[in-house]
């Protein structure tokens, strides 16, 4: 009875995100004259997401072409405007030929199906943001040539959804993402870290550590690395968690910085384990430095260049 009650969630799951959105549920408000904010309900996740666009010069919902565009991910305990209230992505977009997509990630755990015990069902934000989403946004004239980034827990979503769909990203950075979820340890911690944001859920995201180990190495962008090749790649993060030189002067350092040791291991043993397979990847595993946006604004700066030329979006004028 079990399995069949399991398989039936499944099916229904997958009608729902065959139905596509309306363009009639789309709530759209523009915020000044290149950035538009989009919500709607996602079926996949079961709630209504939002998503920000930042338009390319000439862009109109009626152009004949289409432009190369880029998902960038939030971290945990964040929304979908964190890239444009912390860093100057906006700038940086104006000067390129490319439509830039922020969207939804849920509080935590948020970057794949939930596990549920097994059971699957909502929220599907691997479907949503990998499969809703991209369809929706061709009607805003987004193209085949994509690239994804992510910070935190958005980091660990852009590399394992560029592992576990190969070809669909042309690049694919994280910033202090897990990189390594069942390094000894690690599991642990991601479920503490997540209890701390969504008490019980936490076990429904990839599930218990030890009995659903085949669920969380499903999602390990260190056991899938080998379905990286021929993505371009680009990881950081800090390995202390200690003060560093993007340190606000007067920020006060929390505890919660140390999370960037455990981090910092995890892209260690990720990055080792990408060279041993000979794929390429840019990596700078830096010492001092927080868990936070003044480090990543400056490792934005650092990958856009190169994102940009995997894209193949050329410069504009502002």
């Known amino acids: 009875m079990k399995r069949l009650v399991t ?3 499944a099916t229904l799951a997958l009608l729902a995100l065959a139905v596509p959105v309306r363009a009639a549920d789309i709530t759209e408000r523009r915020i000044d004259a290149r950035t538009l904010d989009l919500e709607w309900y996602s079926p996949a996740v079961g709630q209504r997401v939002q998503a920000r666009l930042l338009l390319p010069r000439g862009w109109s919902r009626t152009a004949k072409r289409t432009w190369p565009v880029l998902y960038a991910y939030q971290g945990g305990r964040d929304d979908y405007t964190s890239w444009t209230r912390e860093t100057d992505i906006a700038r940086l977009a104006a000067t390129r030929d490319v439509l830039v997509v922020m969207p939804s990630g849920g509080e935590n755990g948020s970057y794949t199906n939930w596990w549920n015990d097994g059971a699957g069902g909502i929220p599907r934000w691997e479907d949503h943001h990998v499969r809703e989403l991209p369809a929706l946004m061709k009607r805003y004239r987004a193209g085949d040539r994509r690239a994804v980034l992510g910070v935190s827990s958005g980091g660990q979503g852009a590399m394992a959804y ?3 769909h190969p070809g669909m990203f042309r690049y694919a950075a994280s910033f202090s993402g897990s990189t390594h979820l069942t390094m000894h340890g690690m ?8 209890l701390l944001g969504s008490g019980a859920d936490a076990f429904r995201i990839f599930g218990v550590p030890g009995r659903d180990d085949a669920n969380w190495r499903a999602h390990d962008p260190h056991v899938l ?5 021929g993505t371009g790649l ?3 993060s800090g390995t202390t968690g200690m003060n560093g030189p993007f340190t606000p002067p007067g920020a006060q350092w929390r ?5 960037e040791i455990l981090i910092g291991q995890m892209n260690h043993s990720f ?3 990408l060279r041993e397979l000979r794929i390429p990847v840019t990596a700078h595993i830096y010492g001092d430095g927080w868990h936070a946006w003044p480090e990543w604004t400056q490792e934005l700066h650092t990958a856009w260049p190169l994102i940009m030329t995997a894209l193949g979006a050329g410069r504009t004028t502002p």
């Open 7 to 9: 398989a039936l969630v």
């Open 162 to 164: 560029a592992a576990r």
């Open 187 to 194: 599991q642990i911690f991601l479920t503490a870290v997540n």
């Open 225 to 229: 690395a080998e379905r990286l090749r």
């Open 234 to 236: 680009y990881v950081s």
């Open 255 to 259: 505890l919660t910085q140390l999370s």
């Open 271 to 273: 990055v080792n384990r």
